[in-house]
């Protein structure tokens, strides 16, 4: 199938975006691609008028500032995961993107581009959710910032006012111990369920967790009371073995011919132990 009809535009500045996104409200915007052109190809979207922002330089950067990384959301997945700063300050963003699709898919797709589209099973929403990330957005009504665990509202649906559109994503640099373990029908798959952890050590204690889960709920899931349960105390056998019972029961994952509920909830424990286990060892 092809797209149904619609209005083009290519914006060539911020602002021009917002006037267009605000005066249409059931526009679209196009950065990479990677979700939309297929929606629209399928006719699952159609939008009265796509707005392309991908000559809005503005929105595409990749820097350090005060202790945080900042990036633009016109910035392409593979410019971030190729990045020397992001592998040294954010590892597990790093890690993480390198299950997202194809190297092909990452040479066009944008991070804020995925984190908009907030499919529940995806990598970047989870991960922004569990290193504590803050969303910058702009609309007619001017400039706000939206932290991670509150931008996520369902399947496909975010806290994104009409007219809004996210320009700048900023993350806390992170050092630790770090993993990412996903769990998928083919290698670059969106993952049936995926589970991303830090922590960081003082001695043998457990000063710090951050567990976050994709594809077991309607949007990414933190962990908190598994977090909580390993904070200061020894990664144990049993310690660990607790976080994941406790990380499965946070879950609410959907059940489908792929994997059915109850085996993703299994998996999500699965793969917290190793995640653990591995973020361990590298801090």
């Known amino acids: 199938m092809k797209a149904a009809p619609f209005e083009y535009l290519r914006a060539s500045s911020l602002d021009e975006a917002i006037e267009a996104l605000a005066g249409t409200p059931d526009a679209r915007v196009l950065a ?5 052109v297929p929606l629209l190809n399928l006719r699952q979207a159609r939008p009265p ?34 990045s020397a700063v992001v592998r040294s300050e954010v590892p597990l ?26 499919d529940p099973a995806a990598e ?44 700048r994503i900023s993350v806390p640099t992170h050092r630790g111990g770090w993993a990412v373990e996903e769990l998928s029908r083919r290698s670059r798959d969106l993952a049936l369920v995926a589970v991303f952890a830090t922590v960081t050590l003082s ?28 904070v200061g105390g020894a990664l144990t056998d049993d310690a660990i073995a607790l976080a994941a019972e406790l ?26 132990r190793r995640a653990i286990a591995r973020a361990e060892e590298g801090a």
């Open 32 to 36: 990479g691609g990677q979700s939309l």
């Open 247 to 272: 990380v499965a029961a946070a879950t609410d994952p959907p059940g489908d011919l792929h994997a059915p509920a109850d085996y993703r909830r299994e998996m999500a424990a699965v793969l917290t």
């Open 124 to 167: 970047l929403p989870a991960v922004m959710v569990a290193l504590d990330a803050e969303f910058s957005v702009r609309g007619p009504a001017g400039e706000r910032v939206i932290a991670a665990r509150d931008f996520f509202l369902g399947p496909h649906r975010t806290a994104l006012e009409p007219g809004e559109l996210l320009t």
């Open 93 to 118: 963003l790093a890690e993480a993107l390198g299950f997202v699709g194809h190297v092909a898919i990452r040479n066009r797709g944008t991070v804020g581009g995925s984190l908009a589209h907030a």
């Open 203 to 230: 001695g043998e204690v457990c000063e710090t967790a951050r567990i976050a889960v994709a594809g077991a709920g309607p949007t990414p899931i933190r962990a908190t009371a598994a977090e909580e349960a390993l």
């Open 49 to 82: 008028l796509v707005v392309d922002i991908n000559r809005v330089d503005e929105l595409s950067f990749l820097r350090k500032e005060n202790g945080r990384l900042e990036i633009g959301a016109l910035t392409r997945h593979r410019v971030v995961e190729t």
